[in-house]
């Protein structure tokens, strides 16, 4: 418990700087939108100037672009990617760290099992992100309330906030694994940034070609939000991809960290 919330209190001042800034960006998208829809005809024009393969990068649904649900849904292209940003962060220094810092001889010291320690930080990962989408979804659906031009599907706008932390527990696993199987790790933003960028430009290529088979490859594919437009609900076999993906890299932390040897000061 003391782990847990020494780990928690470690990440207040991140977690409101990363909820002030996905709030920020997903309110100064939704402010637009009331100019958006008032001159819906004109931008329908002008972005059906764009070439397709831009429109499918950019996430551009003209057919839902100008309702509130589908506005959001192109936000939120650019809020997951920040959250992603969040959650590989905490992922990478849950455990490099302690290297990092020199703190790992005196964590490892105590009287408590590595296993423990790794679900104490885990834990305390978890109910960060977890207070960051809890906020951010509210704040969202009130902005989304106060700019809508007519009534909107709640369900639908609740599923498509949900995105982010469904994006956001599956970089959280990859950056965990990242942490404990490597030796030391100088910059957490660089290796955060390097990875999720990465599989943004995977998930972007996979849009510009239609290719299906590249959505397995990256969490930015596996929740489509054009889909929750349509089905107000989730691709179930992308779910279950996510699901076993966070199960493996969880399931190998746990192994990797219990037998590491760990550097000592």
Known sequence: MNIFLHELKA??????IWLVSLTAIMVMFMSMFPSFSKDAEQMTTLLQGYPEALRKALSLDLENFFTILGFYSYALT????????????????????????????????????RTAILTAKLL?????????????????????????????????????????????????????????????????????????FSFYFIGTLGGITDEQTIRYFTPFKYVDTAYILKNSGYEVSYLIVGAVLIAIAMGASYYVYSKKDIHSV
């Open 124 to 196: 305390a990962a978890f109910v960060s992100l977890l207070i960051t989408n809890i906020v951010y979804g509210a704040a969202a659906l009130m902005m989304a309330n106060q700019v809508k031009a007519e009534d909107f599907n709640i369900q639908a706008f609740l599923l498509l906030s949900l995105t982010l932390f469904i994006v956001q527990l599956i970089f959280l696993a990859v950056g965990i694994v990242i942490s404990v199987m490597a030796r030391k790790i100088k910059s957490v933003l660089t290796v955060s940034l390097a990875t999720v």
């Open 78 to 113: 650019f809020i997951v990617l920040t959250g992603a940003i969040q959650a590989m962060n905490i992922g990478v220094s849950i455990v490099s760290k302690e290297v990092r810092e020199k703190t790992a001889d005196f964590l490892l010291t105590k009287p408590v099992t």
């Open 11 to 16: 990440y207040r001042k991140s977690t409101i």
